[in-house]
């Protein structure tokens, strides 16, 4: 094991903790390691929402690069951030234990929901669910890292802006429903009712396709439970061709020897949603054959989920 393993991650502070993680995994199991952090166009662009920046994989495109030209070995990415379709090259090697799933909704003090309200996110998918509930509510555009988004939401008239739970909790920022960082201190709810983006609270380590080595060490720290779930999440994203781009949830958990599978696509104002909602046995989803999060993205499809992602895209031009 003496060749070094350069570990290629964005350099916030949730994803060098994230890379960390993935470094120290390796150590432990007898591995050189070597962090490697870029700044993404994703990172260095705050002032338009994601969706208006037309770059599928706007936070994995620059680590994708540096993997192929030889700067880094592999990569580690928050799993929500990566599109469904990897550079030719390039390979999913390990997905790691999944954290808490859901949304958490982060206030300054006590709301009153009924009355009008101002949110803030930048998820096309939060903005909808949240619109759909509230609709007398207004949500505006939030970017940043975590840090920088807590700082806004801080500094600005909101009523609170929605992160996703895990981040929070990695950072260590959240202790039972109070939420305190450096620059931020208030409250935080968890919105069971909220599906979350698919693969959203895990983590996948990419890496080249010819690299053997690389990939015979991350499949050692591979969480097979968390891959079958994300797969079947990303096949249903991948199916209804979401990207970053539409409002579009997933959630596939494992209970008992059961599969449970959620899904749902909404429009932009969160006027209209269509959902999904399945069971199987898990053993019949341990194989590449299966199919669960595909068929289900059909089924949508079929019952009225074509001509909602047309009305999206004719929106989003």
Known sequence: MSKVIRIGTRDSQLALWQATTVKDK??????????????????????????????????????????LNGTVNIAVHSMKDVPTALPKGIVQAAVLNRAATEDILVTKGKIDYEKPCTIATGSLRRKAQWLSRYPHHTVVDLRGNVQTRLQKLQENNWQGAIFAKAGLERLGYVNDDKIE??????????????LPAPAQGAMVVAALETDAFCKAALLKINDQETEICTRIER????TLEGGCTAPIGALAEIVGD????????FSLNGKEKLEIAASTTLSLLIGENQKLGEEKAKELLKTGGSKLMAAIKAEMK
């Not at 390796?26 to 662009?45: A, F, I, N, R």
């Not at 208030?186 to 069971?192: N, Y």
């Not at 096949?235 to 991948?238: E, I, T």
């Not at 059961?258 to 696509?265: A, E, P, R, T, V």
């Open 26 to 67: 390796l150590e432990k199991l007898g591995y050189k390691t070597e962090l490697v952090p870029v700044k993404s166009t994703g990172d260095l662009v705050l002032d338009k929402p994601l969706y208006e920046m037309g770059i599928t994989g706007i936070f994995t495109k620059t680590l994708d690069v540096a993997m």
């Open 181 to 194: 960082s450096p620059s931020f201190e208030g409250t935080g709810e968890s919105l069971e009712w909220m």
């Open 235 to 238: 096949d249903f994203l991948r």
């Open 258 to 265: 059961q599969i449970q599978f959620k899904g749902c696509l």
